[in-house]
């Protein structure tokens, strides 16, 4: 929190995620959960968990109805879903569809069925992590419920419709974002909100369309966030948000991650035009982390440090793949350890 106050750290904090981590990488550098100083706690923010129920298998796919009242089908072995039906279909009114209360208690039992485990697993995060709420955004979260294809159809012909969609999802999940910051008293650090709405190439919609169909829905979200008392509202967006970037941080947003140098997220740059938005991410797991060479990696990750010597930095990859070398996270990680303790004073030049 030093660093998000832009108050020199003593030393780099980190975030990391790992998609495996093999028993060779937890004998080399440790358990994973401590290769990161943040922790990103989701309460139960979808909109239906009451539909929630299986419906059927055949052969190696599963049909289910999901929490967020979607069918889907499952393939065994496969990573992604098929989505067959959603709650919000055409023809539907938005004004017709309840959802789940969003204070209800089985929303913040961390996936522990009784609220005494719960409570014993949080304090156990908040003694060892820096630990924020997570909720959804309006743009992915609206996906869920109206289909991803559909909702982009909205955005483009029936806007109306489409802010009308994303208040109504935002009005949920930030009620449900402001009960976790008072139940599991997360004032003092505040929220993630994760919203994928990018690709490499901008935004998966005009920024005309963002400004009219989901800025005022981010503004009551971070409002709200911060009338609860969040100390920090942040947001994790792959891909390259910068056409929209001055609109989300006039709503309020004081952090971004996950930083996609590929999509140009480029953290100098960035640091540059907004000398108070928190940095959070930076190293490009897309090459220098797969590709190398160890210069390459040591170079990256010096400069993001630099960047954070005064605070306004956690230094972190959007998440380390099975791609990425041993040597190169051991790269990676002792110049962390090493360049990033700044009471060593270690900088080098040049």
């Known amino acids: 929190m030093a660093a998000c106050a832009f108050q020199p750290p003593d030393r780099i904090p980190r975030y990391d995620k790992f998609w495996e981590y093999p028993e060779v ?29 299986h419906l059927r298998d055949e052969g190696d796919d599963s049909f289910d109805v999901e929490s967020w009242g979607r069918t889907i089908r499952s393939h065994r072995d496969a990573y992604f879903t098929e989505t067959l039906t959603v709650p919000i279909p055409d023809g539907a009114d938005p004004d017709d569809v309840e959802f789940d209360p969003p204070t209800a208690d089985h929303r913040f ?110 503004r009551r979200m971070i409002a709200a966030y911060k009338a609860a008392g969040a100390r920090c509202v942040f947001l994790h967006s792959d891909g390259d948000i910068r056409p929209i970037l001055d609109m989300l941080i006039d709503a309020g947003i004081e952090g971004l991650n996950p930083l996609e140098r590929r999509a140009g997220m480029d953290p100098v740059r960035l640091r540059s035009k907004y000398p108070r938005l928190i940095l959070t991410g930076g190293m490009c797991n897309s090459d220098t982390l ?61």
């Not at 990488?25 to 990103?40: C, H, K, S």
């Not at 990425?324 to 790269?331: G, L, N, S, T």
Request: net charge negative; proline share 6%.
């Open 290 to 350: 797969i590709n190398g060479p160890l210069e390459k990696i040591r170079a990256e990750a010096r400069e993001l440090i630099d960047l954070g010597r005064d605070g306004g930095v956690i230094i972190g990859t959007h998440s380390i793949s099975p791609e990425v070398p041993i040597e190169h996270f051991a790269a990676y990680d002792e110049t962390c350890r090493t360049y990033g303790n700044f009471a060593q004073g270690i900088r080098i030049e040049g």
């Open 109 to 218: 039992l961390l996936g522990y069925e009784d609220a005494g485990t719960a409570a014993r697993e949080l304090a156990r995060l908040k003694a060892r992590y820096c630990v924020f709420v997570k909720t959804g955004g309006p743009y992915l979260r609206t996906t869920f419920v109206r289909g991803e294809e559909q909702f982009l159809r909205d955005i483009a012909g029936e806007p109306e419709l489409a802010r009308a969609l994303a208040d109504k999802v935002g009005e949920h999940i930030s009620a449900v974002g402001v009960e976790a910051l008072r139940r599991w008293d997360l004032r003092d650090t505040g929220v993630w909100i994760y919203d994928d709405m990018a690709h490499n190439g901008g935004p998966m919609f005009s920024p005309a369309s963002f400004e009219k169909v989901f800025l005022p829905a981010y």
């Open 25 to 53: 990488w937890a004998r080399r550098f440790g358990p994973a959960d401590e290769l990161t100083d943040v922790w990103i706690l989701p309460p139960n923010e979808t909109a239906f968990p009451s539909r929630a129920r």
